[in-house]
């Protein structure tokens, strides 16, 4: 296991469009949470150093200072250790325990820099928010920081995310996640702003074309989907996933994909401060590994190395879309084109078999 997840529910408020398990008015459950994860931990894991950790939420920030930094203390070696931030949580004083408790990567919930649209996707920061928490870790001497953008807000023109692109590189950031907006059915933010996302789901293709334009004319690597980096800093945990490599999760609803299966914890809190972490279980067999390793070998920049993976394509689908220019095959390789980029799920769809 080279990969480690751990999973930090507690939030200040659930925004709309969030579908992350989360928990929200239960500040005094943040030590005994944190006791139950570390039990998990011990568990699963040896203690022996990793590649790997990635502190996801929630918030985990938002986590009571001394249980963060206990947690922290805590976990195995890892050449990169990311936790995730939302700006408003960011202090002088967090940075620097960050810094010292061997953070060496911090992933930045800046979302968009208008207000308007901040407020849209009910998020607590300002624009100032993330422009004074971007200050402080760069002050406690971080120099990986990675952000990340939403893109495709309700209401959101052109102009906008070329404000948002240009701020961000502003910045100066090491590594930019730009994702485009995903709400679930049947949320009220899908409720509330449906309309809406309706009528903008025809820009969307040309706002991603947009994003990878500004940013890679910045001097950015599309080295994946939604990701950008320079300075060869990309997103090793994550890269971890794209590469098919098990990993560990543990916390609430956390996933694991380990020896042949995946596993999810239980999502339900009460139920997992007492131990009872109920995971279901999904047996990966050899089809469900492959097409998986297409899948997402595919979304990367790099050419994908097939020996071994032919069984997961499709000849007469390839054969399409090569005869479209959006995808090469070059016998031992695989990689789509740029414009196959731009259509991605759509043109690995038609390749996977």
């Not at 994550?238 to 994909?257: C, E, F, I, M, P």
Request: overall charge negative; hydrophobic content about 40%; charged content about 25%.
């Amino acid at each position: 296991m080279r990969h480690l997840y751990v999973h930090l529910p507690f939030c200040a408020h659930r925004c709309g469009y969030c579908d992350f398990v989360t928990a929200t008015g239960r500040d005094h459950l943040h030590a005994a949470y944190v006791d139950t994860l570390l039990r998990e931990l011990a568990e699963e894991h040896d203690g022996s150093a990793v590649e790997t950790i990635f502190l996801g939420g929630g918030t985990p920030t938002y986590t009571a200072l001394p249980e963060l930094l206990r947690l922290l203390g805590a976990l195995p070696l890892a050449g990169e250790l990311t936790v995730e931030a939302n700006p408003e949580t960011v202090t002088p004083k967090l940075a620097r325990e960050l810094r010292n408790a061997r953070v060496n990567r911090v992933s930045l919930g800046a979302q968009t820099f208008q207000p308007e649209l901040l407020s849209v996707l009910e998020r607590r920061a300002t624009p100032a928010d993330v422009e004074r928490a971007f200050a402080y870790l760069r002050d406690a001497g971080f120099d990986n920081l990675s952000l990340d953008l939403i893109y495709g807000i309700p209401g959101q023109t052109p102009q906008q995310l070329a404000a948002d692109l240009a701020h961000a590189v502003a910045l100066g950031p090491e590594h930019i996640s730009a994702y485009e907006l995903e709400a679930k059915p049947g949320t009220r933010f899908t409720v509330t702003h449906g309309a809406e996302l309706e009528r903008q789901a025809e820009q969307m293709e040309d706002y991603f074309e947009r994003v990878v334009a500004t940013l890679t004319g910045a001097g950015y690597r599309w080295y994946e989907t939604a990701n950008f980096c320079r300075n060869g800093k990309r997103a090793e945990h994550n890269l971890g996933y794209w590469l098919g490599r098990d990993y560990l999760g543990v916390g609430l609803g956390a996933v694991s994909t380990l020896g042949g299966e995946r596993r999810r914890n239980t999502p339900k809190l009460a139920r997992y401060l007492q131990g009872h972490f109920d995971r279901e279980i999904e047996l990966l067999d050899d089809q469900t590994r492959t097409r998986e390793l297409v899948m997402l070998g595919l979304r990367l920049d790099e050419p994908l190395q097939v020996a071994g993976l032919r069984s997961a394509i499709d000849p007469a689908g390839l054969a399409r879309v090569e005869q479209f220019g959006l995808a090469v095959d070059r016998g031992e390789t695989l990689a789509l084109t740029r414009r196959g980029r731009f259509l991605g799920g759509a043109v690995t769809a038609e390749i996977v078999a």
